[in-house]
């Protein structure tokens, strides 16, 4: 699943993060596209409560991708 | 990025590979420098309090410190990172300012006060500004000081989050009277060395304790939340060569972003400078007359406001007249600080929010954050982070409002899609 939240700063970012991996429940990636930096760090530390990992890919441009993955792998 | 990757073998690949925007960066650089030289002819203590500014916002963009999150986040989702950073800084500073406190008024035991230092009323006007801020900033997504240097990255939203900072002090400018007589006028300042016989000693003591104490609290909270941080795995660079390693120290100070906690013990070191140089750290005061100043050009002047001038922190550091003043240099070097880190990291973007409800939230939250900030006499920086170090009472009573505004403004987003 992927979520475009250019444009949108803290805390929702974070919170449609969240979201996400809670009614994905594990059955798939949560691929976050930013241009917001503070949400590098608030993302990652929500992963491991819902059972994920996370990846931060840096696109240039000020723009990230985050891919949560569920642990166990897709 | 591109520049991290290969040694640099002569200034003309330095120049190819050098993104563009740290071309801008050095532009800017340059004309910040400039600038001081200009400023230094008004009165010579400008150019470093515009330095320092400056170096504020390059530290707030690297650390990417926002007071609001650091707030937020505590009652949002347990998370003390940059509360921890703010407790290192407070630290720092609590004693930088304690040594140049003493050198002023070494014996505090006579009643008096530090002319510079933000010692601020306490009492109902502290709560309620604290409370409003506190309630604002989390709605606008920023405090002041984030506004300004987010405004510096590119966040159209905060240009106007700034903007509804300036009507809201120009609310309060119009009201201030009435809160001076309604309860301001009868509230004390309370130092810590002074009232409670003390001295430097046990004001310094007992405002560590309480910082101690609040770091507790805080990693206390953080362990009940569930949250954990997985080191982000990365590449290990090569350093054997001087040009790797100094490849590596480029990229740590100016691509990838700070800790915390760095950012908070440089902020900390940096409001002590501005105190020795002159006064602390505060963003408000500057607002606030760029405020008066519109409201007069529109032939809506506020009345003289009773007492202010009488009262120090950020309202004591809007003096002077013309465009150059010490609060103009404290404030506005934010911009150019942040705008270089910013660009040095390639991260300099202009960020429309899609969704318009954010410009209602910006604005909204920061007319509420400004008419706090005129009431509190401070903003986050002003009346928090420089106010605890100065050993005042205000501080902490603001820090306490702030809190239970920024617990309030977490109840409202949760319900703001």
């Keep these: ?74 | 990025m591109e520049l991290t990757n290969e040694t640099p073998k002569g200034l003309s690949t330095l120049l190819r590979n050098m993104p563009r925007q740290s071309m801008i960066a050095v532009l800017v650089l340059f004309g910040a420098l400039g600038l001081a030289v200009v400023m230094s002819r008004t009165e010579s203590i400008l150019a470093p309090l515009w330095l320092l500014a400056m170096a504020a916002g390059f530290t707030l963009q690297r650390s990417r410190f926002c007071f609001a999150s650091a707030f937020r986040d505590l009652f949002l989702f347990g998370s003390s990172r940059i509360m921890k950073g703010i407790i290192v800084g407070l630290a720092v500073a609590t004693i930088g300012f304690a040594i140049n406190m003493y050198s002023q008024v070494p014996f505090p035991g006579f009643g008096v006060l530090p002319g510079e230092a933000n010692i601020l009323p306490v009492g109902l006007s502290t709560i309620v500004g604290g409370l409003l801020f506190g309630f604002g900033m989390v709605i606008s997504g920023g405090c002041v000081s984030g506004s300004l240097y987010r405004m510096a990255e590119g966040y159209v939203a905060s240009w106007v989050s700034v903007g509804g900072i300036l009507i809201g002090l120009g609310f309060l400018s119009q009201t201030w009277n009435w809160w001076w007589q309604f309860t301001i006028s009868r509230e004390p300042m309370l130092w810590i060395p002074s009232k409670f016989s003390l001295g430097y000693g046990g004001g310094v003591t007992l405002t560590l304790a309480g910082l101690l104490i609040a770091f507790l609290l805080f990693l206390w909270l953080e362990s009940r939340s569930g949250l954990s941080v997985a080191d982000i795995p990365r590449k290990k660079e090569p350093d054997d060569t001087l040009g790797q390693k100094l490849s590596i120290l480029w990229s740590s100070v100016f691509l990838r972003g700070w800790p915390a906690v760095v950012g908070g013990g440089v902020l900390g070191v940096i409001g002590v400078l501005m105190y020795m140089v002159h006064m602390p750290w505060g963003v408000t005061g500057e607002l606030a007359r760029f405020s008066n100043t519109i409201m007069s050009t529109l032939n809506f002047a506020p009345s003289e406001a009773i007492g202010l001038s009488d009262l120090g922190g950020c309202s004591g550091q809007s003096d002077g007249t013309g465009l150059f003043t010490h609060s103009f240099a404290v404030t506005v070097g934010l911009l150019p600080g942040a705008l270089v880190g910013a660009l040095f990291a390639s991260e300099f973007k202009l960020r429309f929010p899609r969704n318009p409800k954010r410009y209602a939230q910006a604005l909204g939250g920061g007319i509420i954050m400004g008419y706090g900030a005129g009431l509190g006499i401070g903003c986050t920086v002003g009346a928090f982070f420089s106010s605890i170090p100065s050993l005042s009472i205000s501080g902490w009573l603001f820090a306490f409002a702030l809190s239970g505004g920024a617990f309030l403004g977490v109840q409202a987003i949760k319900r703001i899609a």
């Design chain 1, 1 to 74: 699943m992927e979520l475009d939240v250019r444009g949108e700063i803290c805390p929702y970012p974070m919170l449609k993060a969240v979201e996400a991996m809670k009614k994905l429940k594990g059955e798939d990636n949560v691929v976050v596209i930013t241009d917001h930096a503070p949400c590098l760090e608030t993302i990652p530390p929500q992963a491991s409560r819902y059972g994920y990992t996370y990846q931060v890919e840096e696109n240039g441009g000020a723009e990230w991708t985050i891919t949560l993955t569920p642990n166990g792998g897709m």
